[in-house]
Each structure stands twice: as structure tokens, then as C-alpha cells.
């Protein structure tokens, strides 16, 4: 193993309207060796292969004197620098284009990256790293730098930090641009919102919301709080979603209009419910799947894949605290907490999948299934997102139901976080049921073997009831209806494809195995222009289908390929396929969402 005095990375933005930046790496060593670096395959968090290396658009090195050095590429994502004096540098040039939590992105407001985009990893070497951000000369006066990592000596061209080891390096995305970044501090710990570009956003009662879901999380973890400083980076644009879990920071990407406005300030929109649940997800992620987190995520190897069969318990239970949270902090009431719940219930109850693929079998197919999804991926697969969450909501009814109220999730989250994440020990497949017998002297073995390896469907109605909450089922209301609600009114006819609006018609983007359109045969891209003699568009599918609820069949019109055709599709009354809840029994309902 090579001994290296430090490693250096000096970060600049090459070009603006290239979407560049310029790094020079910088290594010193004791002795003359030949040097390998590296760029990851993935990022932690996101188990998808991305090939970081193919946005490299050059690469070079040279020593202090400015000589060149063999450079030699090795395979997709590694190569050998030749050595030729006491420091090697090694200067890149990288793409950034990609608006997104996972990569890096340049435009006219803000540059961002993740340390996987950018930073090479030397092999052979675990020691400090250090790096300096070079602020645009034309945007001195305007722009500014945000992330978590250390920060050790600045000036007004160049801001320097620094990380214990490349893991820690990667683990602190950096936003450099046109900031609005405001600060507060909960239970000792600074925290740091940052909002990307100009906006409208009413930023003063995100700062008085967020600080409540702070509060919430330390306090459930009040024991040995493993960060004394957190940043919330939101990349906002016109519509995008997304969010990604660091050590000491988060990556957001949400959508300027989805967010308050001061002429909102006495209401709840369902945008920035959404936005809270995320910035509640995502600090969650600091103790659950940051330090609490699966044996095979203790050691990454970034350059391929590393499979877990246990991604329900770390984004599942997240899905589920989310939301919950918002409700313990008073943040939504009861009503708005069950749409949520609703909205969850019904993706799951639409999609065939959930009757194909257990929830283990997504976790470790995350990879190849989940993250690729296709045309066929709502009739195959689960979400462990989704998925997750409802077996967390069964576990945790089912722990207070067995225990008489005297432990709840929490206690088991708790659990999870001081056996394992805070000794930095990673989970086991069967952690849940040992924790629960062993802590909680509660056995739930058969209901999760039942939960996590069979598609059986999950006693969820029943355990919901007894705990005064009533599970309804309804037909839609239209194409849009997401579930969640009651509705006065609502579709008798079936369809049973989703789709968008097209030159003419409608395109179709998915089709639901078993549902009319699937039976007709239609397929994702069918361009449907017709039902009957009826042209249509996105507003008129249902109330031209209504029209024929007592034939047997309709004829549709479809282009596909360039080709006129014509389907023969069955009429079949609209499934009840949509779900919300209600309270039966207050006090019932009480020992769930109202014991702490």
C-alpha cells in the first residue's frame, strides 16, 4: 500500500455556456510509483450504475514542471498515471449537465456537483484530502459556495476545505452560484437552508417549519447526535422532483412553483406538503441508511454494484416516518395525514406488480428493475419505497397492539440506531425480528416472513380498524385522481391505461395488465385518436367511454408506427381501485397518532 502525504483537488468552472468544470488533482508521494485513479460507477443512495467517467471530456497529467506523464486507461473508469517527480497533477475536464440530485450541473445561476462526478480516487490511499472551490471571476460579487464539508481558510476568489478520507470527500456535494441561504440552529446543531436562483418563495415560514421536523428527529435520537452541522441544498427548477440522503447534507431538487408564497401563508398546497415529507425524508436518512444501514453498505464498492435484499427497511420505514412526522410536529392535521396514506394505499393497490414481486426481491433488484423501469415495470414490480412504508405502518399498529401501547416503531428505529449505527455495525437480514423478541419481547416473525417473501396482501384494513380508522374503496374520479380523498362522483367505466395529450388524441404511456386497454391490446405510444366515430383528447376519454357503458365492446382508432388501426376493447365497470380513510374511533385512533 502507497504511503501519500495528501491528496488536492482544485475545482473551477471552465465554461459557463460549455456546462465544464476544470479539475486539477494534485498528489504527492514519497516515492517514484506508477499512480491509479478512479471516478465511482454509482453514487451512495442511488443504485443505478451511471458511468461518471463517460462525462470526462479530457484528461491529462503533468508534473511541476509542466512535463507530460503517460497516462494509461485501464477500463471504463480507471487509469495509471506514469510517475516523473514528487507531484503529480492530473487536470479533467467534466460535462455537467445533468439536473439532477446524483450528478453535476452547470447553468447561467449556479454550478453543482457531487464528489463522484468530479474527484478521482487514488487507490492505495486513505488519508486527508483537501480541496479549493475558485469562485467565477465575473460572478464575485454574486455568487457563493455551500456544502457541509470543513471549511478551513477562505478568501473572496477561493474557498478551501477539507475531509478526513476520499469517502468523506464524495459524501459533501458542493453548490457554488446565486444563493439565498438562510440559517438556524435546533438542539445545538447549526443547520443551513439553501434555495438555488432567484424565486418567490416564502422562505421565512419554510424556516419556521423546517426547524420543527429537526427538533422531531433529534429528539427521537437524543442520544449521541452524530452531526453538529447539516445543510439542505435545494436545486429548484419548473418541475423536477428528487432527493438524496448525505452524511451531514442533503441534495433536493423540487419544482419553484410547488413551493409557498407569501400570499399562501395561511394555507397547507399539497406541493409544500410534499417538499416538508421530503426534507423530513431525507434528514431521517442521517441516522437511517447513513450510519443504520445494511452489513453489504458498511464497505461500498463503487465500481459495480452492491445488492441488499433489506432497501425496505431503510427507504420503506423513511416513507413511513415522513409523513408521520409532519402530523407529531403539527404541521399537517389527521385529514391531511390520511390523504397521504390514501395516495400510498392506492399506487400500491393499481399496480399489478404488488401481486408479482415481494419486497425483498425489489430491494436487491433495485438495480436492473426499479431504477430501469419500463413499459412493463407497474404489471411486474413493487415499489420498496412503497411497499416498505406499508409494512412499516402494519409494524408499527402491530407493535403497540402487542405490546398494549408501551412501544411503538420509534422504539424499534431506536434500537436499530444504538445496536447498530452508532457502533457502526450493519443489519442483517432478520435484525427486525431479533430486535423485536430480544428488546421488545415481541414476536412478528410470521407476519414478516409472510410480508417480506410472499405477495400475499398485508392485513392492513384490519389493523387500521383496530385502531378506529376505516378503509374505503372507490372508483376514480378522473385521470388525474391520485387516491386520498372521498369523491362525490366517480368514473363507472374502466380504461385502464394512463396517458398524456398528444398533436391528436392521446399518447399512451403505460397499460395495466388485465384492465380493457390491456385486453383490446393497445401498447405504450399508441397514438388513440377515436372511440367509435368520436374523435378524442386527454379531456374526453372517459365521458366519450361513459357514452357506452351498456354495449359490450367499443371500437378505438390508434395509430401506431405510422399504421391505422382499430381495437375492439371491452366495456367493464371502473374498479374500485382507489382508497382513502376515515376515523371510526377517536379514541382508538388516539393510541396511534397521538401517543408519542
Not at 474557498?159 to 446565486?178: C, M, R
Not at 428528487?242 to 441534495?251: A, C, F, P, Q, Y
Not at 415499489?383 to 399498529?397: Q, W
Not at 389493523?463 to 376514480?476: E, I, P, Q, T
Amino acid at each position: 500500500m502507497q504511503t501519500f502525504e495528501q491528496v488536492h483537488y482544485s475545482v473551477t468552472v471552465d465554461s459557463i455556456a460549455g456546462h465544464t468544470f476544470k479539475i486539477i488533482q494534485t498528489i504527492n508521494f514519497a516515492d517514484q510509483v506508477d499512480i491509479k485513479i478512479k471516478l465511482p460507477a454509482w453514487i451512495p443512495g442511488s443504485y443505478m450504475i451511471r458511468d461518471f467517467a463517460k462525462n470526462i471530456v479530457s484528461l491529462k497529467a503533468y508534473d511541476d514542471n509542466q512535463n507530460s506523464l503517460d497516462i494509461e486507461k485501464l477500463d471504463k473508469q480507471t487509469w495509471k498515471v506514469k510517475a516523473g517527480s514528487s507531484k503529480i497533477h492530473i487536470e479533467s475536464i467534466v460535462y455537467a449537465f445533468d439536473l439532477s440530485v446524483r450528478s453535476a450541473y452547470i447553468c447561467d445561476e449556479y454550478a453543482f456537483f457531487n464528489g463522484t462526478s468530479v474527484f478521482f480516487e487514488v487507490e492505495g490511499y486513505s488519508g486527508p484530502c483537501s480541496v479549493e472551490i475558485n469562485l467565477p471571476a465575473t460572478k464575485l460579487d454574486t455568487w457563493s459556495v455551500a456544502t457541509a464539508m470543513l471549511e478551513t481558510q477562505s478568501n473572496k476568489l477561493t474557498k478551501k476545505f477539507s475531509a478526513d478520507n476520499y469517502q468523506t470527500l464524495i459524501d459533501h456535494p458542493v453548490i457554488i452560484g446565486e444563493l439565498d441561504i438562510t440559517y438556524f440552529k435546533v438542539q445545538e446543531v447549526e443547520f443551513e437552508f439553501v434555495l438555488t436562483g432567484s424565486h418567490q418563495v416564502d422562505t421565512d415560514r419554510i424556516c419556521r417549519d423546517l426547524p420543527k421536523i429537526c427538533e422531531h428527529h433529534l429528539a427521537l435520537f437524543n442520544e449521541n447526535t452524530p452531526i453538529n452541522r447539516y445543510v439542505f441544498i435545494t436545486l429548484l427548477c419548473q418541475s423536477g422532483f428528487g432527493g438524496l440522503e448525505h452524511s451531514h447534507s442533503t441534495v433536493l431538487q423540487f419544482a419553484r412553483n410547488q413551493l409557498p408564497s407569501k400570499a399562501q401563508q395561511h394555507k397547507m398546497p399539497d406541493g409544500y406538503r410534499t417538499f416538508l415529507s421530503l426534507c423530513s425524508h431525507e434528514l431521517f436518512h442521517t441516522w437511517h441508511v447513513k450510519r443504520t444501514k445494511p452489513a453489504e453498505f458498511i464497505d461500498l464498492d463503487l465500481s459495480k454494484e452492491t445488492y441488499s435484499e433489506q432497501l425496505w427497511i431503510y427507504e420503506g420505514f423513511t416513507s413511513y416516518i415522513d409523513d408521520l412526522s409532519l402530523l407529531r410536529c403539527e404541521l399537517i392535521d389527521v385529514p391531511s395525514y390520511f390523504e397521504v396514506i390514501g395516495q400510498t394505499l392506492t399506487r400500491l393497490k393499481r399496480n399489478p406488480g404488488y401481486l408479482k414481486q415481494t419486497v425483498t426481491e425489489s430491494s436487491y433488484d433495485a438495480w436492473t428493475r426499479f431504477y430501469q423501469q419500463d413499459a412493463s415495470a407497474a404489471n411486474n414490480i413493487v415499489s420498496y419505497y412503497a411497499k416498505g412504508a406499508e409494512i412499516a405502518l402494519c409494524l408499527d399498529l402491530l407493535i403497540r397492539k402487542e405490546s398494549a401501547n408501551r412501544f411503538t416503531i420509534f422504539d424499534l428505529l431506536k434500537l436499530l440506531w444504538q445496536q447498530f449505527g452508532y457502533v457502526n455495525i450493519g443489519t442483517q437480514n432478520d435484525s427486525i425480528q431479533t430486535i423485536l423478541k430480544q428488546n421488545l419481547n415481541i414476536n412478528l416473525d410470521e407476519f414478516l416472513e409472510t410480508a417480506l417473501y410472499t405477495t400475499t396482501p398485508l392485513p392492513t384494513e384490519q389493523l387500521l380498524a383496530d385502531f378506529g380508522v376505516d378503509m374505503h374503496y372507490r372508483a376514480r374520479k378522473d385521470a388525474n385522481d391520485k387516491g386520498g380523498k372521498p369523491a362525490d362522483e366517480t368514473l363507472s367505466i374502466d380504461f385502464g391505461a394512463s396517458f398524456e395529450a398528444a398533436a391528436t388524441g392521446i399518447s399512451i404511456l403505460q397499460v395495466l395488465e388485465g384492465s380493457p386497454a390491456y385486453l383490446a391490446g393497445l401498447q405504450i405510444k399508441d397514438n388513440l385518436i377515436a372511440i367509435e366515430q368520436w374523435q378524442v383528447n386527454k379531456d374526453s376519454v372517459f365521458t366519450t367511454l361513459e357514452n357506452y357503458s351498456e354495449q359490450p365492446t367499443v371500437k378505438l382508432f390508434v395509430f401506431r408506427d405510422g399504421k391505422l388501426k382499430t381495437f375492439d376493447m371491452p366495456i367493464k365497470n371502473a374498479a374500485k381501485d382507489t382508497i382513502y380513510l376515515t376515523t371510526s374511533n377517536l379514541q382508538k385512533q388516539a393510541l396511534w397518532l397521538n401517543a408519542q
